[in-house]
């Protein structure tokens, strides 16, 4: 889907304050109520937008720690791959896991509330996940950056 400047000024408002009334939302991109919501509805539909959340605070919400842990599979047929990523979606703390190219076959990132509770996770669940052959976890010391915000280039 082609984005043009209104849409690329929707999206990065709609990125930084989703519950922006839509008076407002066109107010700041300077369209009407009713070109704002059409623009709004069909990036929707694109699948452009895909939903609306609230952000929690991760230290508030009581899983400070951010722990990555890089995962190398046994195999990497098309049976183990899915029989793994199956299983990882059922683990409340990981909450990013991504196939990698490289030195092992996935990352994820598990927020937890301590050592403790990684050691908890790490016991009961990674080590469990299927085809597993080795599992390296780093631990997050500060977060530097962390961006929600995608960056919308002209054309697209």
């Known amino acids: 889907m082609p984005l043009d400047r209104y849409d690329r000024a929707i999206l990065h408002a709609l990125q930084l304050e989703g519950r922006i009334s839509n008076h407002a939302l066109a107010e700041r991109v300077n369209l009407s109520e009713s070109a704002c919501l059409r623009r709004v509805r069909a990036l929707e539909q694109a699948g452009l937008i895909e939903g609306y959340a609230a952000i929690l605070n991760q230290q508030k919400a009581g899983c400070p720690l951010n722990v990555f842990v ?3 599979l046994d195999r990497q047929d098309e049976v183990d791959l899915r029989k793994f990523e199956e299983a990882v979606r059922g683990i409340p703390e990981v ?3 991504y196939l990698m190219s490289g030195d092992f076959d996935y990352l994820l990132r598990v927020a937890v509330a301590d050592t403790a509770d990684f050691e908890r ?6 080590t469990r996940l299927p085809a597993v052959a080795r599992v390296h976890s780093s631990f997050a010391l500060r977060t530097v950056q962390k961006s929600r915000e995608l960056p919308l280039r002209a054309g697209g």
Not at 121 to 126: E, R, Y
């Open 70 to 72: 890089s995962i190398t």
């Open 95 to 97: 909450m990013e896991c």
């Open 121 to 126: 996770v790490h016991s009961k669940h990674l």
